[in-house]
Every structure is written in C-alpha cells, then in structure tokens.
C-alpha cells in the first residue's frame, strides 16, 4: 500500500479529509481500513474503491474529524 499523489488527491485532502492508497486487488474493504489504522495510527470513517483502467486498485480514505489527512500526508512528505 503506497499514497497516491495527483492534483485531485491533494483536493480530497484539503476540502474533504480523505487519502488516497493504491493497494493490493485482493484487497477487500475491512482490511484496508485496518492496515492504514494500524501503519498510520489514524482512526478511519470510511473506506471507497475503485478500479483504474490501468488495473490499479485505489482506495480513498476518509477519516474520522479527530484526525487530519492533511497531518497525515505532511508526514508521509506528500506535500512539498
């Protein structure tokens, strides 16, 4: 699982507290959301994915208003 990085990413981040991950295709939901609760130590409210056409899973992140996306993509040095 890695953070994605585009310009639509960075609107999600800022106006809707959400991040984004390309993550395994197996990957179901439930264990999305407990990997990133586990690696980022955030409490996640709801996990949405979609399918690229390239073949690339993605899953957006949104998190609970306790917690920042935009905290947490300043320490995964998503901006700059």
């Avoid at 390309?22 to 609760?37: Q, T």
């Avoid at 130590?41 to 208003?65: D, F, M, S």
């Amino acid at each position: 699982m890695r953070p994605v990085i585009t310009e639509a990413v960075y609107d999600k981040i800022e106006l809707g507290n959400k991040i984004v991950f390309e993550c395994h295709k197996d990957a179901n939901k439930f264990m999305i959301k407990r990997a990133v609760e586990e690696l980022y130590n955030v409490k996640v409210k709801k996990v949405n994915t979609y399918i690229t056409p390239y073949g690339i899973k993605r899953a957006v992140c949104a998190l609970t208003p306790q917690y920042s996306a935009y905290d947490l993509a300043t320490d995964l040095s998503l901006f700059g």
